[in-house]
């Protein structure tokens, strides 16, 4: 009777078991276990829930160049508003245009060149392409200049619904991981599955957060888990990048032995640890929307790392900080940025919720 999947109907008794994630490799994670969903969920609902929520931190993930398994994160594509060019993004925050030349009169070309030798190169190409060419007809872009041309803002949603499933699992599964018994958490399966919605995933900053504030040697993802028997509540507090910190409800009436955990994973240089945090993170009595803000300190410092990267490669992007959805590729420009976070701090339609 062990091993059942943890996600199939009671009466399935799928035998054929898929190495899971418990952190999605995606974003860094590789605590992996066999022995808690079957392949068909796996196919059906892990790796949905993974492509959620590695295309929400992709733009961290890219930029700071975080190693997965087997291959390296993506190369990320953006639209700007003026020409909608695209640029791209490739790991470790280079950033180049995607579509270098752009035609701007009759017989005239603006180039975006990054060296003289690409120059060249961009030249004897549009030269094959027309019949008459000269150097003349060519308006050369300089580097200083469209590095300037534009800025960008982009945020990115903690919040949408499917990226909290992702958030659930990781808790639950961790709860498996450690040993809990899977009819302890059995609601939380529908959650993670998309059947019913339910006040399970909540986002939340503790009085004191478990990891210091992030550096390009120390970036984590930590999960803390306590099971109560007294208080009857088992619950893990999730900490991705040492800056998005939620609190996951997984059973509010637990009836089963006292259980405390910790794992963390540093990104960055790929040590994991289970030691203890020095303070460990408790539930607060106020609503949890009053510590929202505490994210946005942390935020500010994940947001400076990337920067940092994209600076390096002297692009002049900027990283806006809204914690709403919103779709890749679209510009928020600084009025956008203000708008979502005055709706932000009125908590209207944030999905952000007290418990
Ligand atoms: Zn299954």
Known sequence: MKNKCFLCPPEFNNLEFDLEHIIPNSIGGRLKSDLIICKTCNN??????????????????????????????????????????DFTIFPGGKTERSIKTRKIGNKEYLIYYSSLSELEKLKTQISKNREIVSEKEITEGIPGEVQKFHTLLFGFSTGNRTSYRA?????????????????????????????????????????????????LENIQHTIFLTGDFETKLLWAYIELFNTFSYAII?????????????????????????????????????????YIPDMQCRWKYLAKLVNQKLFFHNIGYKLGNDMYDYTKGTIIDEKIAEDLSNKLFSNEGSGFQSI
């Not at 993930?61 to 994160?73: A, H, Q, V």
């Not at 990320?76 to 909608?84: G, W």
């Not at 790929?270 to 539930?283: A, D, H, R, V, Y």
């Open 44 to 85: 059906d609902f892990g790796h949905n829930l993974e492509i959620s929520i590695a295309k929400q931190f992709d733009v961290i993930c890219t930029t700071l160049n975080i190693k997965r398994e087997r291959n390296e994160p993506p190369k990320i594509k953006l639209k700007t508003k003026e020409h909608a060019d």
């Open 250 to 290: 997984l059973n509010r009436n637990y009836i089963g032995p006292n259980i405390k955990s910790n794992y963390s994973i540093n990104v960055m240089t790929g040590e994991q640890s289970t030691t203890f945090p020095p303070i460990e993170p408790k539930l607060p009595q106020k609503p949890l929307k009053n």
């Open 167 to 215: 958030i659930a699992k990781m808790a639950a599964f961790y709860y498996l991981y450690c040993g809990g018994l899977p009819e302890l958490i059995h609601p939380i399966s529908g959650y993670i599955k998309g059947i019913y919605a339910a006040n399970i995933v909540f986002p939340y900053s503790p009085e004191s957060y478990i990891n210091p504030p992030p550096n």
